[in-house]
């Protein structure tokens, strides 16, 4: 093992968007994979464990553990699947697609304690990629409050702040899940990226690359062409995207490792609750921390040539073994 190498967790609502994701973090040579945390979102915290643990199988991954995190956010004592999400991702979470069983169950350490051990650990060392709600991070800090500290760099895939949202006009879907935890996550977490829908809805990926992997006619690649073709059609149907589909959750994996692929703005954030207020679950600048030193970048741009065309290649790198 490269000893130079970063530490990586992911947390997932395994979710295809997600799978891209995971695979591009077991892909990638600079970041040694050492965990998943499961988080609700696109599907319940079960399946998306399940889901996750599963395509680490397809990715002969097998070395890479899984912990369950939160399975509702802070403020209900439930979740259900939205229905928009199960018509994007499949009523499975990964675009329908039969996935042969991991051998391997959840470990049963909690999510939670898995990253508060991993943050005193690795400290600056350690790259941390929420791609769901924020619920699990929130929890961890409201647990051990020296993780908002001691992380080196939390990249999240989430909120909207040049565009509007994807769930309401101010609203993007990780951030509606749990707007109360996103905002404790945005007041106390230092070195935090949000990779929004600002750059990622300008990251599509298409048909063209999808037969790509198809071609390459290994198993691995058939399933992830079988579940990127089901997110691509279902841009198409809901108009989200007649193109292609945004590549949201790996582009925020991508970031993490190089962030040279986005230009950013450094600003204090915040992400606004109050149900009566017609701009619930916003992720806006904090008025109140203006003239405090920054530690929230938003990321604004992004080299989408460049990101598509090394996505790509990853994924024909992993698929192909
Ligand atoms: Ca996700």
Known sequence: MNMAQK????????????????????????????????????????????????????????????????????????????????LIHGKNGVGDVTLEQSPRDVESQSGIDFLISAAHQYHDNLIFIPTGPLTNLATAIKKDPEVAKLIGNTTLMGGALTVPGNVSPFTEANIHQDPEDADYVFSHQKNLTMVGLDVTLRTLLTKKETTAWRALGTKAAEKY???????????????????????????????????????????????????????YGRTIGNKEKLLEPTTTKAAILVDSPRFVSDFQSTMLSILSK
């Open 7 to 86: 530490k990586m967790i992911l947390d997932l609502d395994t979710g295809i968007d997600d799978a891209l994701a995971l695979a591009y973090a077991v892909s990638d040579p600079n970041v040694d994979l050492i965990g998943i945390i499961s988080s609700y979102g696109n599907t319940l915290v079960k399946t998306a464990a399940q889901n996750s643990l599963n395509l680490l199988h397809l990715l002969g991954a097998d070395d890479v553990p899984v912990f369950l995190g939160e399975s509702h956010s802070s403020t209900t004592d439930h979740f259900d699947v939205m229905e928009i999400s199960q």
């Open 225 to 279: 062409a079988d579940l990127m073709d089901f997110y691509i059609d279902a841009y198409f149907k809901l108009s989200i995207d007649k193109k292609g589909a945004a590549l949201h959750d790996p582009l925020a994996v991508a970031v993490g490792i190089d962030p040279t692929y986005v230009t950013t703005l450094p600003l204090n954030m915040k992400v606004t609750y109050d149900r009566q207020s017609g701009d």
